[in-house]
């Protein structure tokens, strides 16, 4: 079936993006869903610093390539074998598969799938295929989901059905900064009773990751950005206090539970600085491959302190998107307030600008029904 998409053809061009025009809205090419695949509609994508590091050529990926991992929509087919989705069905998508059956699989979702991350790498769907084509040219997929496009076929893997009452720019958050941001406070932080939360950077990650936290009612929740606006919205949203990363070193306030979500060396720096005797720091940012940070030994062995890693908010999707669902329900995780701007396809460069100038929280792609 024929389908409009944008495409990313070379990375690393220069900014702005909006007169570069790195991705272009292209009719392309896509296969009917293979055995254990879905062909979806896509009613809603969330642009986000993973695609970002695409673009900039942070994350070399194989090109061309469709970008666009955090969506959701309506499946219209089924491949062989998939029995427990059906046509009709909402979905969110989830950018890392998981087989189920290797050893990082086990880990409850401390480790990334090793299949999983081994064709997201390559540019494929789990079982190496390609269902994207130009002119008689294979393009990529993106993290197993190419969400930013009409339609896209995905492995049953990749996604997890929600609720027919879940808005579509609901659904789509959720499958990535609410699970990579909440996961990183309830999987890797699981702060105590009482215990101080620190939020470090407040785009859609960390602002989900604060929004998590306050809905834990567990202790104080805290703020930590560079944008004035930004430290504005959390104390809207609920923080008990919010600071830029120099008020925080003059103020000398420490948590218990910090989470860095900046995806920068100098954010993490912060972090560890901020943790408390006892706590731990989670950092849940990506960062360019050659991003070094220097810290203290001495203060982490001395109070005692933790530093945990965890991608994808160490989740299990499946497990975890209808916690947060439910928690949305109940009215306690608002993740509607993550969602800065709603835009059109057309209007992808500009937003990836927007992003790169960290003034976004959560810019959604909406596509008509």
Request: charged share 20%; proline share 7%.
């Amino acid at each position: 079936m024929k389908i409009t998409a944008a495409v990313l053809d070379e990375s690393g061009l220069s900014r702005p993006y909006a007169e570069s025009r790195p991705l272009s809205v292209q009719e392309l090419e896509l296969d009917d869903p293979g055995p254990g695949e879905l062909l979806i509609r896509i009613r809603a994508a969330g642009v986000c610093h993973s695609d970002l590091s695409v673009v900039d050529g942070n994350r070399p990926r194989p090109l061309p390539m469709v970008l666009g991992h955090e969506a959701s929509g309506i499946v219209e087919k089924v491949g062989e074998g998939v029995t427990d989705v059906a046509v009709g069905d909402q979905v969110t998508t989830v950018f890392l598969p998981r087989c189920e059956q290797c050893e990082n699989c086990a880990t409850d979702g401390k480790l990334p799938c090793s299949p999983g991350t081994e064709t997201n790498n390559a540019g494929l769907l789990p079982g190496s295929a390609l269902r994207l084509h130009r002119a008689g040219q294979d393009v990529h997929h993106h993290v197993g989901v190419s969400g930013f496009a009409s339609h896209a076929v995905v492995s049953r893997e990749s996604v997890v059905p929600v609720g027919a009452d879940v808005p579509a720019e609901i659904a789509a958050v959720v499958g990535c900064a609410v699970l990579t941001g909440g996961g990183a406070v309830l999987n890797a932080g699981r702060p105590r009773e009482g215990d101080t939360v620190m939020v470090v950077g407040l785009g859609g990650v960390g602002m989900a990751a604060l929004l998590t936290a306050l809905s834990l009612e567990k202790g104080p929740v805290i703020g930590v950005d560079a944008n004035p606006e930004k430290l504005a919205r959390a104390t809207e949203l609920g923080a008990s206090a919010v600071h830029s990363p120099e008020e925080l070193a003059d103020n000398g306030v420490r948590a218990a539970v910090v989470v860095e979500a900046a995806g920068h060396p100098r954010a993490f720096e912060t972090a560890v600085a901020a943790t408390a005797p006892g706590g731990t720091t989670v950092t849940v940012g990506l960062p360019s491959p050659d991003a070094r940070s220097t810290i203290a030994p001495l203060g982490v062995t001395a109070e005692a302190r933790t530093i945990v890693g965890s991608y994808l908010g160490s989740a299990v999707p499946s497990r975890d998107i209808p916690v947060y669902l439910d928690l949305w329900r109940e009215g306690k995780l608002p993740v509607e307030e993550l969602i800065s701007e709603r835009v059109a396809l057309s209007q992808i460069n500009e937003s990836f600008d927007r992003l790169a100038d960290g003034q976004a929280v959560r810019q959604v792609i909406l596509f008509e029904d």
